[in-house]
């Protein structure tokens, strides 16, 4: 038993080839991949119903905050 695990980890640890590295894609960073998502997402018609929607949150909220403060000021 122990001699199968030897040999995963050989081929584990085996350098590779360099001719097999060349045909690879480069490794994706969390920026990328979530510029992908919001592109995806903004270009599809349910998301610019989502974006719309939450825009109109974000304006009820900035205006329920600017008039709270705005009326403690003058009290």
Known sequence: MDLAYDHIQEEALKPEDSSNNQGKKPETTLNSDFQEAYKAISSS??????????????K?????LNFEHGSRANN
């Open 45 to 58: 018609p349910w998301g610019a119903r989502l974006g719309g929607f939450f825009g109109s949150v974000v």
């Open 60 to 64: 009820q909220v900035n205006w329920k």
